[in-house]
C-alpha cells in the first residue's frame, strides 16, 4: 500500500514523494512533501499542503486527510484498503536480474572461526530476501586452498606425523578439531622460530607445485588432498546442521589462480601494475588509495592476485550478471577497495557490478572464554556450543533459532557481542521468543476450528492497528532489498510479536461476537510471522 500511495501522491504533485508511517493516532502515513515544495513554488507550505490533500480526499481508498503544523499531511486509509493490504508480495524489483551472492568463504585447514559463521547466516539470509524480490541467486563459497595459511598447516601436520606419511592420517578421529590444533602450532611457529617460518615458506612453494601439476601422489601431496577434503566434509556438514540453502558452487583459490596470475602479469605489460623489490604491486595510490603486493617476490600470487582471478572467473561463468555481492569482515574493506579499483582498469564491468559488505568482529559477552590461535576469536562451535550450554533442554531447532536470529537481528556493520543466555530465551528479543509466538497463534487458531482469511469488513480500533501493522511485512522487506539490511526483518517481526500481544490483550478472540473477524486476525498474523521467519532461515514450529 505503501508503494501504491506514493505513486497517486506523486501523480498529484508531479513529482517523487516518500511517505513515512506516524503514529496509529495520526494516521496510517504522513508526508511533508509540501514543506519541500513550498520554496519551489514560492507559497507557503500549508496552503500547497491543503491543495494536496483536497485531491487526495478524491481517492476512494482514503477515508480522511488532514493537515497538521506548518504542512504535514496525514493520511488515514480505509478499512478494505488495509485488509486488502495483506495479500500484497514483496515488490518484485529485482525480477529477470541474476545476483551473485558469495559468502561463508571459510579457508581448508583452518577453523572455521565466528566471523566465517556470521557471514554463513546472514549471506543465507540476504540470498532469500533477494529471491523474495524476484532475482535469480546464485550462492558462492570461496575458499583458501593455497598460501600461507595451507602452508602453515600442512607444516605442522608433517611435524604432527613426524614424517611426510599419509598413511598415519588414518589413526587422526576427531579431524576438524587435529586440523584446527595444526593451524594454530603452524601460525604460532612461523610468528616464532625463523628456521620453521623458511620451512614453511619451502612448503607455501612446493603446495603450489603440488597445483601446478596435478601431482595426487607424492606423500606430501596425498596428505594435502586428504586433509582439505577433510575439511570440505566438515563445511558441508555444518552447512548441513545450519540448514542453510546449499551452495550453487565452491571455488577454491586454486582454480582461480592460474588466471588471476596470468592477468596480472599481463596487465603488468599494459601499465597497469608495477614491480617494486621483485614484487608486482598495484599503485593505489595513484587512485587516493594504497599500494599492495599482487605477486611477491618470489613469484607467488597474493590474495590480491587470487582475487582478481575470482572476479574474471565470475564474469566469465556468469556473464552480465547484473550485481555481485561479497561479504567480508571489515578488515577487508580497504583491501578490496584497492582490488576492485586495480580490475577496474582492465575489466570494468565486473568491478562496478561488485558490492562489497562488511561485518563486525563477533564476540562472545558475559565474560564467556574465548579461544583461537591467540585467544582472541570464537570458532562457530564454540558460539553454537555456548548457546547449547546455556540451555540443554533445547532442541537443536531452538539453538538454531537463538543463534541465527541473534547475529542477524544486529545491523550489519558493526562488532557483535553475542550472549548465549540472551540469545536463547523465551522473553524477549530472540528467535526462540518468536517461534513461541508462532506456536501461541497456532495453539490459538486450533481451538477455533475452520479458518477463513480476514474479509472486507469493518475493523474495530485495536483490530484496525494490528491489521497495519501487519500490512508492513511487504514494506520491510522491499527495504531490506533495497538496504541489503536484513535486520530490518527482525525488528518488524519482534515488533509485530509484541502489537499481537497488546491485542490478545485486550480483545477476546474464542467465543466472542467478533470471533470469526479477530480469527481472520490471528491467521494472517501466524502466516506473517512464518513467512518472516522463514526468510530469515528459522523454522517456525506448530507447537512448542
Given at each position: 500500500?505503501k508503494?501504491?500511495?506514493?505513486?497517486?501522491?506523486?501523480?498529484?504533485?508531479?513529482?517523487?514523494?516518500?511517505?513515512?508511517?506516524?503514529?496509529?493516532?495520526?494516521?496510517?502515513?504522513?508526508?511533508?512533501?509540501?514543506?519541500?515544495?513550498a520554496?519551489?513554488?514560492?507559497?507557503?507550505?500549508?496552503?500547497?499542503a491543503?491543495?494536496?490533500a483536497?485531491?487526495?480526499?478524491?481517492?476512494?481508498?482514503?477515508?480522511?486527510?488532514t493537515?497538521?503544523?506548518?504542512?504535514?499531511?496525514?493520511?488515514?486509509?480505509?478499512?478494505?484498503?488495509?485488509?486488502?493490504?495483506?495479500?500484497?508480495?514483496?515488490?518484485?524489483?529485482?525480477?529477470?536480474?541474476?545476483?551473485?551472492?558469495?559468502?561463508?568463504?571459510p579457508?581448508?585447514?583452518?577453523?572455521?572461526?565466528?566471523?566465517?559463521?556470521?557471514?554463513?547466516?546472514?549471506?543465507?539470509?540476504?540470498?532469500?530476501?533477494?529471491?523474495?524480490?524476484?532475482?535469480?541467486?546464485?550462492?558462492?563459497?570461496?575458499?583458501?586452498?593455497?598460501?600461507?595459511?595451507?602452508?602453515?598447516?600442512?607444516?605442522?601436520?608433517v611435524?604432527?606425523?613426524?614424517?611426510?606419511?599419509?598413511?598415519?592420517?588414518?589413526?587422526?578421529?576427531?579431524?576438524p578439531?587435529?586440523?584446527?590444533e595444526?593451524?594454530?602450532?603452524?601460525?604460532?611457529?612461523?610468528?616464532?622460530?625463523?628456521?620453521?617460518?623458511a620451512?614453511?615458506?619451502?612448503?607455501?612453494?612446493?603446495?603450489?607445485?603440488?597445483q601446478?601439476?596435478?601431482?595426487?601422489?607424492?606423500?606430501?601431496?596425498q596428505?594435502?588432498?586428504?586433509c582439505?577434503?577433510?575439511?570440505?566434509?566438515?563445511?558441508?556438514e555444518?552447512?548441513?546442521?545450519?540448514?542453510?540453502?546449499?551452495?550453487?558452487?565452491?571455488?577454491?583459490?586454486?582454480?582461480?589462480?592460474?588466471?588471476?596470475?596470468?592477468?596480472?602479469?599481463?596487465?603488468?605489460?599494459?601499465?597497469?601494475?608495477?614491480?617494486?623489490?621483485g614484487?608486482?604491486?598495484?599503485?593505489?595510490?595513484?587512485?587516493?588509495?594504497?599500494?599492495?603486493?599482487?605477486?611477491?617476490?618470489?613469484?607467488?600470487?597474493?590474495?590480491?592476485?587470487?582475487?582478481?582471478?575470482?572476479?574474471?572467473?565470475?564474469?566469465?561463468?556468469?556473464?552480465?550478471?547484473?550485481?555481485?555481492?561479497?561479504?567480508?569482515?571489515?578488515?577487508?574493506?580497504?583491501?578490496?577497495?584497492?582490488?576492485?579499483?586495480?580490475?577496474?582498469?582492465?575489466?570494468?564491468?565486473?568491478?562496478?557490478?561488485?558490492?562489497?559488505?562488511t561485518?563486525g568482529?563477533v564476540?562472545?559477552?558475559?565474560?564467556?572464554?574465548?579461544?583461537?590461535r591467540?585467544g582472541?576469536v570464537?570458532?562457530?562451535?564454540?558460539?553454537?556450543?555456548?548457546?547449547?550450554?546455556?540451555?540443554?533442554?533445547?532442541?537443536?531447532?531452538?539453538?538454531?533459532?537463538?543463534?541465527?536470529?541473534?547475529?542477524?537481528?544486529?545491523?550489519?556493520?558493526?562488532?557483535?557481542?553475542?550472549?548465549?543466555?540472551?540469545?536463547?530465551?523465551?522473553?524477549?528479543?530472540?528467535?526462540?521468543?518468536?517461534?513461541?509466538?508462532?506456536?501461541?497463534?497456532?495453539?490459538?487458531?486450533?481451538?477455533?476450528?475452520?479458518?477463513?482469511?480476514?474479509?472486507?469488513?469493518?475493523l474495530?480500533?485495536d483490530?484496525?492497528?494490528?491489521?497495519?501493522?501487519?500490512?508492513?511485512?511487504?514494506?520491510?522487506?522491499?527495504?531490506?532489498?533495497?538496504?541489503?539490511?536484513?535486520?530490518?526483518?527482525?525488528?518488524?517481526?519482534?515488533?509485530?510479536?509484541?502489537?499481537?500481544?497488546?491485542?490478545?490483550?485486550?480483545?477476546?478472540?474464542?467465543?466472542?461476537?467478533?470471533?470469526?473477524?479477530?480469527?481472520?486476525l490471528?491467521?494472517a498474523?501466524?502466516?506473517?510471522?512464518?513467512?518472516?521467519?522463514?526468510?530469515?532461515?528459522i523454522?517456525?514450529?506448530?507447537?512448542?
Amino acid at each position: 500500500m505503501k508503494a501504491k500511495l506514493e505513486q497517486i501522491l506523486a501523480d498529484v504533485v508531479g513529482a517523487p514523494v516518500s511517505v513515512t508511517r506516524p503514529e496509529p493516532q495520526f494516521g496510517d502515513f504522513a508526508t511533508n512533501v509540501a514543506m519541500q515544495l513550498a520554496g519551489q513554488q514560492g507559497r507557503p507550505p500549508r496552503e500547497i499542503a491543503e491543495d494536496i490533500a483536497n485531491k487526495l480526499r478524491q481517492q476512494p481508498e482514503i477515508t480522511e486527510v488532514t493537515v497538521a503544523g506548518p504542512g504535514f499531511i496525514n493520511i488515514h486509509l480505509s478499512d478494505t484498503a488495509l485488509i486488502q493490504a495483506l495479500q500484497a508480495q514483496p515488490a518484485q524489483t529485482l525480477a529477470g536480474q541474476t545476483v551473485l551472492a558469495e559468502y561463508s568463504d571459510p579457508n581448508p585447514f583452518k577453523p572455521l572461526h565466528a566471523g566465517h559463521l556470521y557471514t554463513t547466516l546472514v549471506g543465507d539470509v540476504l540470498s532469500r530476501i533477494l529471491e523474495a524480490a524476484g532475482a535469480q541467486v546464485i550462492r558462492l563459497n570461496f575458499g583458501g586452498d593455497v598460501g600461507p595459511h595451507v602452508a602453515k598447516s600442512m607444516w605442522a601436520i608433517v611435524q604432527e606425523l613426524g614424517a611426510e606419511d599419509p598413511s598415519k592420517l588414518t589413526e587422526v578421529e576427531d579431524r576438524p578439531r587435529w586440523l584446527g590444533e595444526r593451524y594454530v602450532e603452524g601460525n604460532n611457529a612461523y610468528e616464532d622460530n625463523p628456521e620453521a617460518q623458511a620451512e614453511i615458506k619451502e612448503y607455501n612453494r612446493r603446495i603450489y607445485e603440488i597445483q601446478a601439476t596435478g601431482d595426487h601422489e607424492s606423500p606430501l601431496a596425498q596428505i594435502y588432498w586428504t586433509c582439505r577434503q577433510w575439511s570440505y566434509d566438515y563445511f558441508a556438514e555444518l552447512y548441513r546442521q545450519l540448514q542453510v540453502k546449499p551452495f550453487d558452487r565452491f571455488i577454491p583459490e586454486s582454480e582461480v589462480t592460474p588466471l588471476g596470475l596470468a592477468t596480472v602479469q599481463k596487465e603488468l605489460q599494459n601499465g597497469v601494475f608495477t614491480e617494486s623489490d621483485g614484487a608486482v604491486v598495484f599503485p593505489g595510490e595513484k587512485y587516493g588509495l594504497h599500494t599492495r603486493v599482487f605477486i611477491n617476490q618470489q613469484g607467488l600470487p597474493t590474495y590480491e592476485a587470487k582475487d582478481v582471478g575470482l572476479s574474471l572467473t565470475k564474469w566469465q561463468d556468469y556473464p552480465d550478471f547484473t550485481e555481485s555481492i561479497i561479504i567480508t569482515a571489515n578488515e577487508q574493506a580497504e583491501y578490496m577497495r584497492v582490488v576492485l579499483a586495480a580490475i577496474k582498469q582492465f575489466a570494468p564491468e565486473p568491478a562496478e557490478r561488485t558490492k562489497h559488505l562488511t561485518h563486525g568482529m563477533v564476540k562472545l559477552a558475559g565474560g564467556v572464554k574465548m579461544s583461537s590461535r591467540k585467544g582472541n576469536v570464537v570458532t562457530a562451535l564454540e558460539l553454537l556450543e555456548a548457546a547449547r550450554q546455556a540451555a540443554p533442554e533445547a532442541s537443536e531447532e531452538t539453538i538454531l533459532a537463538a543463534v541465527k536470529y541473534a547475529l542477524t537481528k544486529n545491523r550489519m556493520g558493526g562488532d557483535i557481542a553475542y550472549d548465549p543466555r540472551e540469545s536463547i530465551a523465551l522473553e524477549g528479543n530472540s528467535g526462540p521468543y518468536l517461534q513461541y509466538a508462532h506456536a501461541r497463534a497456532r495453539s490459538i487458531l486450533a481451538k477455533l476450528g475452520g479458518l477463513q482469511p480476514l474479509a472486507e469488513v469493518t475493523l474495530e480500533p485495536d483490530e484496525r492497528v494490528l491489521v497495519a501493522k501487519l500490512g508492513q511485512f511487504t514494506e520491510v522487506v522491499d527495504l531490506s532489498v533495497q538496504e541489503l539490511m536484513p535486520h530490518h526483518i527482525c525488528t518488524y517481526l519482534y515488533e509485530l510479536a509484541q502489537e499481537f500481544n497488546r491485542f490478545y490483550e485486550r480483545n477476546r478472540v474464542v467465543d466472542d461476537p467478533r470471533q470469526v473477524v479477530r480469527a481472520g486476525l490471528v491467521l494472517a498474523y501466524a502466516d506473517t510471522l512464518r513467512r518472516g521467519l522463514d526468510l530469515l532461515g528459522i523454522h517456525a514450529p506448530e507447537r512448542m
